[in-house]
């Protein structure tokens, strides 16, 4: 792990830009590792645990190759597993239309879109769980366009998942999202999303429809989002805000608070607190996260509360 961390501060030095250019500008490579240690307690049914650990959450390294002015390539993976998160062929033309093939993030939102060494907070909200069935990566085609007024992307995937080349059944996954932006230069935009597809062998059907709001100016961050998601016959309403703010280039208080409705049950409720520590902007800082989570439940074995405190380290080139 140290010479994880050697490496890449070296590299920091290197350039400013968090990105290394080579054979001739033709290729780049980008670098992310996240190191952190988590002290979490919680309680469920009357029983009580807690734990203390020390983790490397990832090492992740990515290759960008523009192969033509309209074409590039890339992949990401993590180095300890050499498993590939990004891996496809993106065109992309002048006149704003984008074609990406191969396994890449799907249009889920604003948060799913965020580069990871640009996120505020350690975790992905309460959202994250209905993005998509398996995860936030997939298999598949996505087709883009894109003005100054507004972006549309649609795309057709397996619906299993990163690194499932193969599908579980007959069926293939569609979504897309329009982004607003007539206010853009104000920092404010409007998307609203949908996803439909079907899991399991049996095609057990999962959609879901969501509407954010992001606005991004100077130092300050704020993004409100409402998914309404259905598995099978379950569904879930969550919601949340989120808020960042600089001070100094140095350090960026955070907060959020989730809620998730269960049709099945009562309630999720989460609130989390922190502060970055910006050393470098985004290629070298310190996040401390403070969540607590509480679920409340018509069965007493399923209540549960939760206080998780996070400390990641990352380092980036």
């Not at 065109?91 to 604003?110: C, D, H, K, S, T």
């Not at 507004?150 to 897309?176: I, P």
């Not at 100016?217 to 309404?228: D, E, I, N, T, Y």
Request: aromatic residues 12%.
């Amino acid at each position: 792990m140290m010479k994880y961390i050697v490496s890449i501060v070296l590299a920091l030095g290197l350039s400013a830009q968090g990105q290394v250019s080579l054979a001739g500008g033709r290729l780049s490579a980008d670098a992310l590792l996240w190191v952190s240690c988590r002290w979490q307690q919680g309680e469920r049914g009357g029983l009580h645990n807690s734990r203390f650990d020390f983790y490397r959450r990832a090492m992740f390294v990515g290759l960008s190759s523009q192969v033509h002015p309209v074409a590039s390539l890339r992949m990401y993976f993590d180095a300890a597993g050499v498993s590939p998160y990004d891996l496809y062929l993106d065109l992309r033309w002048p006149n704003g239309i984008g074609l990406r093939a191969g396994q890449f993030v799907p249009p889920l939102g604003f948060e799913a879109w965020t580069p990871p060494r640009e996120l505020r907070f350690i975790e992905y909200s309460i959202l994250e769980r209905h993005w998509k069935p398996w995860g936030g990566r997939d298999i598949g085609v996505m087709a883009s366009y894109k003005t100054g007024l507004f972006e549309l992307a649609g795309a057709v995937v397996n619906g299993n998942g990163r690194n499932t080349w193969g599908d579980e059944n007959d069926w293939k996954d569609v979504c897309g999202c329009v982004t607003l932006k007539p206010l853009a230069q104000y920092g404010l935009q409007f998307a609203c999303r949908a996803y439909d597809g079907r899991y399991y062998k049996e095609g057990v059907r999962f959609w879901n429809a969501a509407a954010e709001a992001l606005f991004e100016r100077g130092p300050l961050q704020v993004l409100a989002a409402g998914q309404h998601a259905v598995w099978g016959s379950v569904i879930r309403n969550s919601f949340q805000v989120q808020a960042a703010c600089g001070f100094l280039q140095l350090l960026e208080p955070v907060g959020r608070v989730e809620v998730e409705l269960l049709s099945e049950d009562k309630y999720v409720l989460g609130v989390t607190g922190g502060v970055n520590l910006l050393a470098a902007g985004d290629l070298l800082k310190v996040m401390l996260n403070y969540c607590y989570s509480r679920r409340a439940s018509v069965l007493p074995e399923n209540r549960e509360t939760q206080q998780v405190l996070t400390l990641q380290v990352q380092a980036a080139m």
